[in-house]
């Protein structure tokens, strides 16, 4: 280009900028340059990170539950680290530790629930957690911390927790089951979605046996699977994907859920119940874990102490309500999303009942017992 024709161009380009700043024009434009805020594609403005951590990784792998994650939590820890966020997802525990326990993974975090853990410990596929590097882990309620299972939280962190319990839908259910053992009654079969859970479902049969969910005696888990045997034709499906789904659109009537599914199929349309059986409910605790050959553990480190911000986590309570053991998350949310946090608080499903949480049994580790319980699920359950 002549030197006069580039003379010529700045000149005009100088000109434009002053229009331009005469007129207010650039001014916003400039602000957000300045100000470093990143918005995600929902219009969600990204909180920053506290405190923000040096990250060599630009990518972080995690193998998590389904359907378990605010989309605006995932792409602000992209958009705030300018990382890239890997994420394969599973249905079951079982089918988490299958695949990590075969090796060939290069996942960094995966989220077993407590029963789990202690096989993974077990079995070495876990790294200790430097506490040095989770200055955020004071969000959590101590009530949620140093569980049997993970006694100290050498390799845990919570994520969220809660129950399986009967969903009804009380406009086409006529008698409200109260039970576990009620579900075995006849005018039920065929209007059933249950979780694809093995030790949920084994042990919820155990319960109306009069045993522990937790047995090792191969003499009651024969009994329980007969039992259970008896009751599986009447189960429409089988689903830990998405079970509200077909609730919802009208599928199925009733069934065994989560405590989230419960909540959304509830907030869709307040004739689903969530009922407590007199059994007791399963509680349950989901965890992160580092697995021991992590490649991004700085990464790993900088998403488990953004996500545990309070005015990040409570995303979950917004988007995935599962009863929230971050305390600064619920602080935050009473704070600034008071409707949220209100549905929350008030609901049966999300805060039950201390007589539904005294009553409940957790499902544990049960050690070298643990293939009659796989054994049960695939003769009882087979190409259900």
């Not at 989560?258 to 907030?267: R, S």
């Not at 409910?281 to 991004?296: E, G, S, Y």
Request: with cysteine; net charge negative; charged share 20%.
């Amino acid at each position: 280009m002549k030197k006069s024709n580039l003379f010529k161009l700045l000149a005009l380009l100088v000109m434009a900028s002053m229009v331009l700043a005469a007129c207010g024009g650039g001014g916003d434009a400039t602000q957000a340059v300045d100000s470093g805020e990143k918005v995600a594609s929902s219009g969600f403005v990204c909180p920053e990170p506290s405190p923000r951590v040096e990250l060599t990784s630009t990518q972080l792998n995690l193998f998590v539950w389904t359907e378990y994650f605010p989309p605006d939590m995932l792409e602000c820890f992209e958009l705030v680290y300018g990382i890239t966020l890997n994420r394969d997802e599973y249905s079951s525990n079982e089918e988490m530790y299958a695949k990590v326990s075969a090796g060939g993974t290069s996942y960094d975090l995966v989220q077993p629930t407590d029963y789990i853990v202690g096989l993974m410990i077990r079995n070495q596929l876990l790294q200790e957690l430097d506490k040095a590097q989770l200055p955020n882990m004071s969000s959590f309620d101590p009530a949620w911390l140093d569980k049997p299972f993970d006694p100290g939280n050498v390799y845990t962190l919570p994520y969220l927790a809660g129950t399986d319990a009967i969903v009804v839908n009380t406009d086409t259910v006529e008698n409200v089951p109260q039970s576990w053992a009620d579900l075995w009654k006849p005018e039920y079969a065929g209007r059933m979605i249950f979780l694809d859970d093995s030790r949920a479902v084994i042990g919820l049969t155990l319960l109306t046996l009069g045993y522990d969910p937790n047995t090792t005696d191969p003499a009651q888990l024969e009994e329980a699977k007969v039992k259970l045997a008896e009751l599986v034709p009447s189960i429409k499906a089988f689903d830990s994907d998405s079970p509200k789904t077909a609730l919802i659109a009208g599928d199925v009537d009733l069934g065994m859920v989560w405590t989230g599914e419960a909540f959304i199929a509830n907030q869709e349309n307040p004739a689903f119940q969530y009922v407590y059986p007199s059994e007791g409910a399963i509680l349950w605790q989901d965890n992160w874990v580092m697995l021991k050959d992590a490649p991004h553990a700085d990464a790993a480190y900088a998403w488990l102490n953004y996500t545990m911000q309070g005015d990040v986590f409570w995303l979950t309570i917004r988007d995935f309500q599962y009863t929230n053991p971050n305390k600064a998350a619920l602080d935050y949310a009473k704070a600034n999303e008071v409707d949220v946090y209100n549905a929350y608080i008030n609901s049966p499903i999300t805060n039950p009942p201390a007589d539904a949480v005294a009553n409940g049994h957790g499902i544990e580790d049960v050690g070298e017992a643990a293939p009659l319980f796989d054994n049960i699920w695939v003769e009882v359950k087979g190409g259900n």
